[in-house]
């Protein structure tokens, strides 16, 4: 008996095994202005597709109070006051659309969709400019914050040594005093 529950387990084991999609690289991409844009999701251009794209490993200050148990948690996060997250939250929605406006880019993607406020597309992706990771932009500048994924890059980079890459880009940032982290209230310990 016990070695027939271990092989039916191991066959139900197998399909999930074999799910997980392999990544998508899309070329010249282009930036498609929006209302819903922010600073870790919005709407691109990618030959006939068009979907909006939810950088994975970060979590952009949000621009608008519409959220605000999410607003609460990034205020408190960065140690700042409310009116400081959606001003940092503005600032990163402009700084992304500064980045991306003017000329084509890449985006990686599995196709693994992202909720969102809309019903339009919306997948999970990193976005390479210049060979550069937007997320890894967006946090040394102060424009985000690390927020982990279980998700290996395209390169083969783990996503425990990303995430572990990316949190000391976001200490040096915090140290630096850049973008949010001007504003950051050193609490006592």
């Known amino acids: 008996m016990k070695k027939a529950c271990i092989a039916l387990l191991a066959l139900l084991a197998l399909p999930c095994h074999g799910a997980e999609k392999a990544w998508t690289t ?7 202005a929006d209302k819903s844009n922010d600073g870790d ?3 691109v251009q990618c ?3 068009r979907f909006f794209v939810r950088l994975y490993f970060v979590d952009a200050p949000e621009s608008d109070v519409s959220f605000p148990d999410r607003v609460r948690q990034q205020y408190e996060y960065f ?9 940092a939250g503005t600032r990163a929605r402009d700084y992304v659309q500064s980045a991306l406006v003017q000329r084509p880019f890449v985006v990686h993607t599995k196709k693994t ?6 019903k339009a597309t919306r997948y999970y992706g990193l976005v390479q400019i210049d060979g550069r990771y937007l997320h890894q932009v967006l946090v040394s500048e102060g424009l985000a914050r690390n927020k982990g994924s279980r998700l290996g890059l395209p390169s083969g980079e783990t996503a425990r040594a990303h995430a572990q890459r990316l949190q000391s880009i ?3 940032a ?3 005093r850049r973008g949010i982290w001007a504003s950051h209230v050193r609490h006592p310990r």
Do not use: I, K, N
Not at 79 to 87: A, M, N
């Open 26 to 32: 899309l070329d010249a991409c282009r930036y498609v």
């Open 41 to 43: 999701s919005f709407l």
């Open 47 to 49: 030959g006939r597709e």
């Open 79 to 87: 140690g700042v006051t409310q009116d400081e997250l959606t001003r």
């Open 113 to 118: 969709f992202a909720q969102g406020r809309s």
């Open 170 to 172: 976001e200490d040096h």
């Open 174 to 176: 915090r140290l630096q």
